[in-house]
């Protein structure tokens, strides 16, 4: 099964991401995917399908899944009612600072992150009451979304209400084999998408000829270099769509050269044009 990296910035002025979207189901991206970041997901409500790791199940009346890192996961919209509403948050174990851990505080959110690489459904109160704390965190702002963020995982730790979604822990095997050169370039495009991507700088990275390391990227990724940094254009670009910017200025902002080859990538990623996108999203606000 083909696997993608997804690349996470954490929102400006904070450790980590927190993502709200009400959208319609066909702006979604939803290919298998994964990322160091552990992610808490909260579908506000409706029916969908999730697929974490090598779990595949159905849902209805929202969702609540913890995702720990690099476990291969589907975005929660696949097979979803319309308009799909979640709030995801996505943050590095570090955020948890693990020299806290030791601390009698923090033993319980250690012991939850490690279960997280199995995927934990939540339900029952447990999952009300952090939907209504996710919610709430949306209009904080950064130091109190924090705060916000570790008590959250506090009560998910305490909590008896979930279920592990997998029996073992699902890598990628090309990910724990060539996480330290592959996390080179995912920087390098995370860092440059907005240019011109210089291949030869890129190759150099992998220390390894641009020939080779086209061959080395489509192998290990099940992906060529050049759609990879298109699909990451194209989830920033989604971004930009949701503010007050032309498509044209969303298109040159995240490297594009041209608004008809910017059509064109996007509709083949998400199946609609950037216009449909935005109009999508006014008209589901």
């Given at each position: 099964?083909?696997?993608e ?25 939803w ?26 199940s159905?849902?209805s ?31 590095r ?5 693990p ?35 996710l ?31 997998n ?9 724990d ?57 194209v ?23 041209n ?27």
């Open positions: 099964m083909k696997i990296y997804e690349i996470v910035k954490p929102d400006e002025g904070s450790c980590f991401r927190l993502l709200h979207q009400k959208v319609p189901i066909s702006s979604l991206w290919q298998y995917h994964y990322h160091p970041e552990i992610e808490l997901t909260c579908v506000l409500n409706g029916s969908g399908t999730r697929h974490v790791g090598n779990h595949l159905n849902y009346n929202g969702d609540l899944v913890l995702i720990g890192s690099d476990l291969p996961h589907s975005g929660f919209g696949w097979h979803g009612t319309d308009p799909h509403e979640e709030i995801v948050i996505q943050f174990r570090e955020v948890v600072n020299a806290q851990e030791d601390l009698p505080e923090m033993k319980a959110i250690g012991r939850l992150l490690e279960r997280s690489k199995f995927g934990i459904l939540f339900n029952g109160e447990v999952k009300a009451m952090i939907t209504g704390m919610i709430q965190m949306i209009d904080l702002h950064p130091f109190e979304r924090y705060q916000a963020l570790q008590k959250a995982l506090h009560v998910l730790a305490l909590s008896s209400e979930y279920t592990l979604l029996q073992q822990v699902l890598l990628s095997a090309a990910i084999k060539h996480k330290s050169r592959l996390q080179k370039v995912f920087t390098y495009v995370e860092r440059h998408y907005n240019e011109k991507i210089d291949i030869k700088a890129v190759a150099d990275l992998a220390a390894i000829s641009i020939p080779s390391f086209c061959n080395y990227f489509k192998k290990t990724t099940n992906i060529t270099f050049t759609d990879f940094v298109n699909h990451y254009r989830q920033m670009a989604c971004l930009l769509l949701q503010q007050d910017k032309t498509v044209a200025e969303v298109c040159y902002q995240c490297g594009f050269k608004v008809t080859y910017f059509n064109k990538v996007f509709k083949h990623v998400l199946s609609v044009t950037p216009t449909e996108f935005r109009n999508g999203i006014a008209h589901e606000g």
